[in-house]
């Protein structure tokens, strides 16, 4: 499974961006999606995922009600439209992908550089 993260750039605080996450996975409604950040000396956290299928999104509290995830499963695509963007949500994000039902996110794509400027 290959994942192709794009999207990411500088923003100015209050502005908004899209990650877009092209999988390459033959049944994508198989597979739950998930966007983690990291910044430089600290692990990485988790953002939000989404079942393709079932569309249920799961977010992190501290993006809950800026960021929403979503997929378009005709092109293989899981989007993280992100408003309302705060100088601390700079990061390089990066998506993940995993079976439906298993614990461990196995498959990773390369992190996009979000830059937000205050």
């Known amino acids: 499974v290959q994942l192709q993260a794009s999207g990411g750039g500088l923003v100015q605080a209050g502005g908004s961006l899209r990650l877009s996450c092209t999988t390459s996975?033959?049944?994508?409604?198989?597979?739950?999606e998930g966007w983690f950040r990291q910044v430089p000396g600290k692990e990485r956290e988790f953002v939000a995922s989404?079942?393709?299928?079932?569309?249920?999104?799961n977010y992190a509290d501290f993006v809950k009600g800026r960021f929403t995830v979503s997929c378009d499963k005709a092109k293989k695509t899981v989007y993280l439209d992100m408003n309302n963007l705060k100088a601390e949500d700079t990061a390089s994000y990066y998506c993940a992908s995993k079976r439906v039902g298993d614990r461990e996110y196995v498959y990773w794509g390369q992190g996009t550089l979000v830059t937000v400027s205050s």
């Open positions: 996975v033959r049944t994508p409604t198989l597979y739950r």
């Open positions: 989404i079942d393709c299928s079932r569309r249920l999104p």
